[in-house]
DNA sequence: GTGAATGTTAACAG
DNA sequence: CCTGTTAACATTCA
């Protein structure tokens, strides 16, 4: 059940892989397995909450989604949605979203908008956040074209450090609180990285899934916002809600 | 046992 | 056609 930060773990425990033969791949995923045979993995990327699998002309894109996990040299009871096997080692998915793509990775993905990304650009940011002006300001952080690799903790935990209220209307955010919740979303998810690393992601949340306020002592409140129905953890005293 | 949850998309209704 | 709602996927935990 990841976020970004989750699939950059993830690649980073996969990285062995690369540059090895699949001498088998299986699974219940509606793919044609017998593409991977006898191919290397040439490169591993990420955007946001995808995983990138790459051959020399095409890759697999596998997405967790809400429920999906992975085990590496070993295997879960369930049947894997895709099971890629090495003449040493496997790596297995299960559940998530299993797609295979002929197209170049650079073509389709804009890396600027991947959160956990060297690329990531504030300013293309602010620009497309300009276009969705009268949007809450909750839903644009789930926005995977501008935040991908955002998720629901990460939006709870950069509204709360940035001060912002999540039901703010993106245009009525001032500019300046504006660019504190982009330097904030970018900080947290790296943060998170680092705490998800340590394993201590859960002792870190100021908001999330939190009952008192630790800035004032006042309830945290928890409600479903935006049009993305997504829960949102905030404090009403702490975080501004500009009008 | 029940319900909700770190997510997304396709199908459907109006 | 556009917009909003619901279902589906399939797992874990409180």
Redesign the pocket.
Known sequence: ???GP?IILLKEAIQSFKGKKIVKAEG?AKIDFSVFSNKKIKEIKTW??HLLICFDDFFVRV?L???G?YRINER?E?NP?LSLQFSKGELNF??G?VKLSKEDPDEIYDWSADIMNDHWDAKKAIKKLEEQSSQFICDSL?D?QIFSGV???IKSEALFRAKLHPKNKVGKIPPKAMRLLLRETKKYSFDFLEWKREGKLKKHWLA?SKKVCPRCDLPIH?EITG?A???SFFCNNCQVLFK
Request: hydrophobic residues 25%; charged residues 35%; proline residues 3%.
């Open positions: 059940m990841p976020e989750s219940y946001g909450k997405h989604l809400m429920f996990s879960k369930t949605k299960y559940a979203e789930l995977q998720g629901n903790i999330y928890k049009k129905k997504r829960r």
